[in-house]
């Protein structure tokens, strides 16, 4: 069963303060993995795609690494806008269409 | 639209009555999904609409819950007789190509069942 964990669960930082999220998963055949980024009372807003081990997405003070068994979200000097719940999701080949979540952490950034 | 559009935003309903939440697809788009957020959990699939193929319902927890997608285009989600289980975020979202990759979400209708 394809399966993704994030941890921490929640996270404080202040501004400034560089710090990483992270994303492990199992699952059967990875097609891609996703990033998306979802503020109060909104839906999730996407962020970055991995597809493959070795593989690196930026934007603005956010990085996307993925492993064969883990991704990481790392974040450089945050600022209080970044504060927001991250979600992590995967693809596989054997669920075509159906995105499978992780809990998400929640950050905020401390001015 | 801009976006994806669903309404309403927030439905108050009492156990036992059916709901009806609605889902505007971003035009162009031709795959639909539906996901249930309760408080303080991820994301859990309900259903995916990919064009004119038949839906993937197997996220769907009972058969009280059913979807429907007319011309390709808006989507219902009915729940009949609610339960307070029920309660959640109930998002819709919407992508090009289909397949999962990058979903457009909206921005939820929150669901109380007193």
């Known amino acids: 069963e394809d399966q993704v964990t994030q941890s921490p669960e929640a996270l404080r930082l202040q501004e400034g303060e560089s710090s990483s999220l992270n994303c492990s998963y199992t699952v059967s055949g990875l097609r891609g993995l996703f990033w998306y980024r979802q503020d109060p009372g909104k839906g999730p807003e996407f962020l970055f795609t991995?597809?493959?081990a070795g593989e690196e997405k930026e934007k603005e003070r956010l990085k996307a690494t993925l492993t064969k068994k883990e991704s990481f979200l790392h974040i450089t000097a945050p600022k209080p806008e970044d504060s927001a719940t991250y979600l992590c999701?995967?693809?596989?080949?054997?669920?075509?269409?159906?995105?499978?979540f992780g809990q998400g952490t929640t950050l905020q950034v401390k001015p | 639209g801009a976006g994806v559009s669903q309404s309403p935003s927030n439905k108050v309903t009492e156990k036992g009555k059916d709901v009806e939440l609605r889902c505007d697809p971003i035009s162009g788009h031709t795959a639909l999904y539906w996901y249930r957020q309760s408080l303080g959990q991820g994301l859990e699939f309900l259903i995916y609409?990919?064009?004119?193929?038949?839906?993937?319902k197997s996220g769907l927890p009972s058969d009280r819950f059913s979807a429907e997608r007319t011309g390709g285009s808006v989507s219902t989600l009915t729940i009949q007789r609610t339960q307070q289980e029920d309660s959640a975020v109930y998002l819709c979202?919407?992508?090009?190509?289909?397949?999962?990759?990058?979903?457009?979400f909206g921005s939820g209708t929150q669901l109380s069942v007193l």
């Open positions: 979202a919407s992508s090009f190509a289909g397949g999962g990759e990058k979903l457009f």
């Open positions: 991995l597809y493959s």
């Open positions: 999701a995967v693809l596989s080949s054997s669920n075509t269409g159906k995105l499978i």
């Open positions: 609409f990919q064009g004119n193929s038949a839906p993937d």
